[in-house]
């Protein structure tokens, strides 16, 4: 179906919500709600149901939705009476004849055996976003992302179809299929979702370009970050830091691996790590204590991680990282993708197997220490003092002297010490950067051995005037 869809020039779906639902804003929108009586494999001792979202405020194009059982595909038809459309909505049941879904949500026995927590859900374009054991949603993945950053304009290509398998009893997994389409692309998806103490999702994507794709993300994710101790210029605020994610983590094909700590900037900041096809990448949340936020609400300690591990070989390519301005916590400003080094090309199928692991805490190579915390403020004479914390890390527990190794692109790095702190397996890398006339600066640390041996994942930083 998305190798024919390819084939013929893209045609947008004419059907559209009712005017006033296409009208209504967030809190309206959010007041509708499906009715869990109604969904989908309910009272039927399944591992999984499914619930559905509404049609209208931003998501204005509807979503056919099937069940597959035993081979058999069903249409799941939308109704009004699935919906309670709150109370300031009159006569919303009439007034919604001829709308649809947008979407929909996965259900499951997460935290305990007798309650069914919202595990994944589908909603907008080609995002979707999971959670694992205790977490709650946070950032969210796509399908597909086109011309991030370009000043040509970003395309979002939409899952316009979803076919669900019904699960079997007692299963611990649950198959949905994807048709997605776009003015550039179609494309076929596969998901296998797995919830646990570590949700995981395995992607199967074929895309089927209908031009020369030449800024295309691979497994693209989506997060937030307005501010941590490392970028606190101007904020105002009680809390300690607010972001869903605060950094991006790349263990690359050499085996090499870095911590690129996140940043606000003041302007639109594009970075490329170079490496073929990694072994995985993705946007991290580490700081895991509720005092390293001090939200009760939003919980930011609870927000997952994201890590994508390739399964298959995908070419040359870079990880990609575009960091974007936000003055405030409700705007996603933070994308991360693979991109091939050669355009995907139109009339050919592109496949990319993958593995998400929505989690707390993953581990790739416990010899390293790991980057815990950036802390940036002010030095004598315009520069930059720069702290980075440590912990963990079988090779640096074992090591006798660790060297603290930092360089810089431009500018001027000084006093540079590596001390342990209070706690055990616990370091700190602190240095003075003096960037001088630059506007941005790189900057790249870690530990190692006396003859060079590394001890801890390489930091990186892009300081930006």
């Known amino acids: 179906m998305a190798r024919a869809l390819a084939e013929q020039a893209f045609v947008p779906d004419p059907r559209r919500a009712p005017a006033w639902l296409e009208g209504i804003g967030y809190d309206a929108y959010r007041d509708i709600r499906f009715d869990p009586a109604q969904a989908l494999w309910r009272d039927t001792g399944l591992p999984f149901q499914a619930q559905f979202f509404h049609q209208g405020f931003l998501f204005r194009e509807p ?70 054991k205790g977490q709650v949603y946070g950032l969210s993945a796509r399908g597909l992302a086109l011309r991030t ?8 290509p939409r899952f ?17 299929h994807a048709l ?12 296998v979702i797995r919830p646990g103490e570590e949700t995981l999702i395995d992607v199967t994507a074929r895309v089927f370009p209908r031009v020369h794709l030449d800024a295309a993300g691979i497994a693209p ?28 983590a790349i263990h690359d094909a050499s085996g090499d691996v870095s911590w690129r700590a996140l940043h606000n900037p003041a302007s639109l900041q594009h970075s490329t790590f170079d490496g073929g096809t990694p ?77 998400l692991h929505w989690t707390d805490r993953h581990r790739w190579n416990p010899a390293l220490a790991r980057v815990v915390r950036t802390r940036i403020g002010a030095a004598p004479d315009g520069a930059r003092r720069v702290a980075v914390d440590l912990e963990g890390g079988t090779a640096l527990a074992a090591a006798p002297e660790p060297v603290a190794q930092v360089v810089a692109d431009t500018g001027h790095v000084a006093n540079v010490v590596a001390h342990p702190m209070p706690g055990e397996g616990r370091w700190r890398i602190s240095f003075e950067m003096q960037p001088g006339d630059a506007d941005v600066v790189e900057m790249r640390a870690r530990l190692a051995t006396a003859d060079g041996r590394p001890l801890s994942e390489n930091w990186l930083y892009r300081w930006t005037r």
Not at 237 to 244: N, P, S, T
């Open 63 to 132: 979503v056919d939705m099937y069940e597959v059982d035993g081979g058999v595909t069903t249409a799941v038809g939308y109704r009004p009476e699935m919906f309670d459309f709150g109370p300031a909505v009159a006569d919303a049941g009439t007034r919604a004849a001829g709308a649809g879904f947008a979407g929909f949500r996965l259900h499951a026995p997460l935290n305990r055996p007798d309650y069914f927590d919202e595990v994944c859900a589908f909603l907008g374009a080609s995002y979707f976003r999971a959670v694992a």
């Open 149 to 156: 950053a370009d000043p040509r304009g970003e395309e979002f």
């Open 160 to 176: 316009k179809t979803f076919w669900m398998e019904r699960p079997a009893p007692g299963a611990d997994s649950i198959v949905v």
């Open 180 to 191: 997605m389409d776009g003015p550039s692309a179609a494309g076929a998806f596969r998901f």
């Open 221 to 248: 994710l989506t997060s937030m970050f307005q501010f941590d101790a490392a970028d606190r210029a101007g904020i105002d605020d009680y809390r300690d830091a607010v972001h869903d994610s605060d950094g991006l």
């Open 279 to 355: 072994r995985g990448f993705g946007l991290m949340q580490r700081k895991r204590g509720f005092s390293d936020y001090g939200d009760a609400e939003a919980r930011y300690d609870r927000r997952p991680s994201l890590w994508v591990e390739p399964l298959d070989d995908w070419g040359q390519g870079r990880v990609h990282l575009v960091e974007i301005p936000t003055a405030d916590e409700y705007q996603d400003n933070i994308v991360a993708f693979w991109r091939p080094l050669r355009p995907l090309r139109a009339g050919r199928e592109h496949r990319f197997d993958y593995r």
